[in-house]
């Protein structure tokens, strides 16, 4: 289980930064990279701080991860479609939809993060808030 949790914390990669809404208050490092069968492989530790957020942002593969610490708010380009992920929890991202990670809460959040992209895109592509009344 405990390597299932890993793998799945690793997928998952929030943007750092994002240029058309910027990130705030958010840390990462790269744990360990490595790239197979057309695939890039990158596991980081995320951190953001209370009332940081990732940014809008896209994935071009699929992203798995562990929420470690504090609360995650991960909200859709809809604007009106919020997912909250609490301490142990798991998530994945499909590619290709536009969202935004907050930390809402007053403790920092951690994520353990896996991203699994086509060989040679980047880990996430910045957007635009698509209407939302939030950054």
Known sequence: ????????????L???VASATPSRGVTAHVIAQWSAAGRDYTLRELTIDPGGSTGWHNHDGTVYAVVKAGVLTRTLGDCTTTFVHHRGDVLVEEPNHVHIG???GTAPMVL???YVNPAGTPLSRDEPNPGCSFD
């Open 1 to 12: 289980m405990r390597l299932v949790t890993a793998v799945v914390a690793a997928l998952l």
């Open 14 to 16: 929030f943007s750092g």
């Open 102 to 104: 907050r930390n809402l």
């Open 112 to 114: 353990e993060v896996l």
